[in-house]
């Protein structure tokens, strides 16, 4: 299996535009994450969604923030419009059966917001 | 609440040393479940080991090893003999109560120097 798989690996933007960070879950995982890792706050859960249903959304920052499952194979999470705070390491991590299975993350996407 | 504490910032130890990363948790849910991750610094997240609040036998995988003490609400971690490419940073997680999300800690780098 090709794991999960995060798209762009990086990504640098400026204040004001619109960011979307794209993942591929493993097939057949029920259950999707998003989370944002920074130095100040280390790792912490954005939303995540079972069987593309969000099921806690109450990490989201603020309305900025944006999450989509439209299908089992992908998900986007949008910032419009990106601020400076929004730089970290954003990612995405499937799991199956339950969210009490082991969480396989992916490579995560480097955003950096001038 | 739930809540995970990695009292331990930054390790640093020589090759072939043992060493032992500390975790202690807060839940007050019965069930639940425990995890260790190692984010090397090509910055990907890895899945190391599950524990459920009901499993208190300590495991060892080859050099690593982990003490479940419910007693103390902690679960360490030891690698044993360690090796330069153990330098990472370690996050210890838990998970529990109706969600499936991960609590993680602030994460404890580890570096092993020849």
């Known amino acids: 299996d090709a794991g999960v798989i995060q798209s762009p690996r990086h990504e640098v933007t400026e204040m004001g535009q619109e960011v979307t960070l794209r993942c591929k879950p493993i097939s057949g995982h029920d259950y999707l994450f998003w989370y944002r890792q920074t130095m100040m706050r280390g790792l912490e859960l954005l939303i995540y969604f079972n069987n593309n249903v969000p099921i806690d959304d109450s990490g989201m920052p603020e309305d900025r923030f944006s999450a989509k499952m439209p299908n089992a194979s992908f998900s986007t999470l949008k910032i419009q419009p990106s601020e400076p705070r929004d730089s970290a390491v954003y990612f995405c991590?499937?799991?199956?059966?339950?969210?009490?299975?082991?969480?396989?993350f992916g490579p995560g996407t480097r955003l950096t917001v001038l | 609440a739930q809540k995970v504490t990695q009292a331990q910032t930054e390790i640093s130890v020589v090759e072939k040393e043992d060493v032992t990363l500390d975790c202690v948790y807060e839940t007050r849910d019965t069930t639940y479940y425990l995890f260790w991750y190692k984010q090397p610094p090509s910055g990907e997240l890895v899945f190391l080991i599950r524990?459920?609040?009901?499993?208190?036998q300590n495991e060892i995988s080859g050099r690593y090893s982990w003490n479940f003490q419910k007693s103390t609400s902690s679960f360490n971690f030891t690698i044993t003999a360690s090796q330069v490419v153990d330098s990472a940073v370690y996050f210890c997680a838990l998970s529990g109560g109706s969600q499936g999300n991960l609590i993680f800690g602030k994460g404890t780098k580890l570096s092993v120097k020849p």
């Open positions: 991590a499937s799991s199956q059966t339950s969210g009490y299975n082991e969480q396989f």
């Open positions: 524990r459920n609040s009901f499993d208190e």
